[in-house]
């Protein structure tokens, strides 16, 4: 049963700290998703890769957040340095990029809390 | 650029009740749409999404949703709930052609046994 799968699960730190969080798409996916959860802003879309390529990351902040995708199997999402209007669920999603289809499948998040 | 709205944000319902949770999309051109599910601590999964043709779309779980054009609306139902599906519930909109999903704010639903 292919998966999205995230570590850390969950991450406390301090504020000033750097966080790197990873994401491992279902493998032949090459479209790669990263979203944010909290309950005052719902569900954001940070970035998304295609191929590995950056294709859009207009929703993240760009002074403190990066993302970047080294290979076709590791995505990571850093944030350097925190604070903490950075504590959210971070979700990685990854999808087959094809014309027509556009099904996403969720990893399950990373929770972040920084104090 | 397209936008959800989810009028609902908490139903409570008893076992057995019917639910129809609202979904209305903003975006001028042909749309994707999906109905995501997040229990409790865990991942989003996909409920059901529609692309094309028959607009009464089925999903998994006994959910299904139908996609009124005119009405920009496409909402969820399910004849008869249980309490496991206790959830949140997110409504996605794409606009055809792009990956990009839009979510709706979600709707918390809680069912008493």
């Known amino acids: 049963d292919a998966r999205v799968t995230q570590t850390p699960r969950h991450k406390v730190t301090e504020m000033g700290q750097e966080v790197t969080m990873r994401c491992q798409p279902i493998?032949?996916?090459?479209?790669v998703f990263w979203y944010r959860q909290t309950m005052m802003q719902g569900l954001e879309l940070l970035a998304y890769?295609?191929?590995?390529?950056?294709?859009?990351d207009s929703g993240m902040p760009k002074d403190r957040f990066s993302a970047e995708m080294p290979d076709a199997t590791l995505a990571t999402l850093k944030i350097q340095p925190s604070e903490p209007r950075d504590s959210a669920v971070y979700f990685c999603?990854?999808?087959?990029?094809?014309?027509?289809?556009?099904?996403?499948?969720f990893g399950p998040g990373t929770r972040l809390t920084v104090l | 650029a397209q936008s959800v709205s989810q009028h609902n944000h908490h139903v409570i319902l008893s076992e057995a009740a019917s639910l129809e949770l609202g979904c209305n999309y903003s975006?001028?051109?042909?749309?994707?749409l999906f109905w995501y599910v997040q229990y409790p601590g865990q991942h989003l999964q996909l409920l059901l999404k529609?692309?094309?043709?028959?607009?009464l779309v089925k999903g998994i779980k006994g959910f299904e949703a139908e996609f009124i054009k005119s009405k920009f609306s496409f909402n969820l139902r399910k004849p008869s709930v249980q309490w496991s599906d206790t959830a949140e519930y997110f409504c996605a909109v794409n606009a055809d052609g792009n990956e990009k999903l839009t979510f709706g704010t979600g709707t918390r639903l809680t069912i008493i046994p």
């Open positions: 890769f295609r191929n590995r390529a950056p294709l859009d």
């Open positions: 999603a990854s999808g087959l990029g094809l014309a027509g289809y556009h099904e996403q499948f």
């Open positions: 529609y692309f094309s043709g028959d607009p």
């Open positions: 493998l032949g996916h090459n479209t």
């Open positions: 975006y001028g051109g042909t749309v994707n």
